[in-house]
């Protein structure tokens, strides 16, 4: 008796392994609790089995297999409550926020608030999906009705040309061109118009074709603008004579604005604005009219500006410069 009351003292003093488990501090588990371990462990299993999976892949697999995983975004996928659109995705086309981001159009998120606002449209129809698929060289895309210009492989530039260069990418005599300004580019590229060996001043330079053509052509009327430096002072005479437009030997040519920017003695300066582009127009308008021009520069094709691009420098087109020519040029 004395032994089990010695025996039963032992556990009272011990207490229960309950008892000793709140002495300790340590929490209690219940059954479904210590089962928890083994089944993290299966559930790790595919995780387990995916990573040896992809270690059997080709290293082009597994290239491939990474760029999809970067390009994968959960804001992507329809939301239940997002409006829907009837545009149709194309096949293997990339984002439509990326193309916009690549485009310079601004960063990736404020793009997708673009979307988001309904102020982005792919081939006419408004898009509202983040992961509305397209293609950027094909798809035209326009954000508040102003193209954007998507396609990777087309480029646009200003160039400032000095006086004495020839408005040719070659020349058989080796005089200066405008491809010894314009460096190595990867795509050909095309002088949008033509300026005179010793007019200097803004040419475009792109491999965009339809553009080009559209910039150029009278149809269009997209205003090219001049600095004209010719004897002073200019009576007003002449300048409603301008302004009413003046025949040559070639035709009858209107202007759109002429202005006297200084009317200095004894040169003044000029500004006239016209949407024709035939040889040697200004000089031959101006010389028409009793003032001979002694020096000539454009500052301006449609809305881009020479601004403080200097002699002999060229410089890629903004995004926003680039949507602006477009639609100066009706596209």
Known sequence: DDRRGSFG??????????????????PHRGRDERRSAPEHGRADRP????????????AAARARLRILREEFDPQDEDRPDEARDTYADVPGGIRLQKALAQAGVASRRACEEL????RVSVDGQV?????????????EIRVDGMRVATA??????????????????????????????????????????????????LILLTNDGELANRLTHPRYKVIKTYIAKVP??????????VRAGVELEDGFVEVDSFRVVD?????????????????????????AVGHPVSDLARTQVGPVGLNTLKPGTMRALTPKEISELYTAAGM
């Open 9 to 26: 003292r032992g556990r009272d003093e011990r207490g229960s392994f309950r008892d000793r488990d709140d002495r300790r501090g340590a």
């Open 47 to 58: 995780a387990r089995a995916a990573r040896s999976a992809e270690r059997d892949l080709s």
């Open 115 to 118: 979307i988001a606002d309904g």
């Open 127 to 139: 898009v509202r999906r983040f992961g509305a698929r397209v293609d950027p060289e094909k798809s």
């Open 152 to 201: 990777p492989d087309l480029l646009y530039y200003a160039l400032n040309k000095p006086r004495g260069v020839v408005s040719t990418m070659s020349d058989p005599e080796g005089r200066p061109t405008l491809a010894d300004y314009a460096g190595q580019t990867e795509e050909r590229l095309f002088h949008v118009g033509r300026l005179d060996t010793e007019t200097e001043g």
């Open 232 to 241: 002073g002072p200019v009576p007003r005479e002449v300048i409603r004579q």
């Open 263 to 287: 009317d200095a003695e004894p040169k003044a300066l000029v500004e006239i604005r016209l949407h024709e582009g035939r040889k040697h127009i200004v000089r031959r308008l101006l010389d």
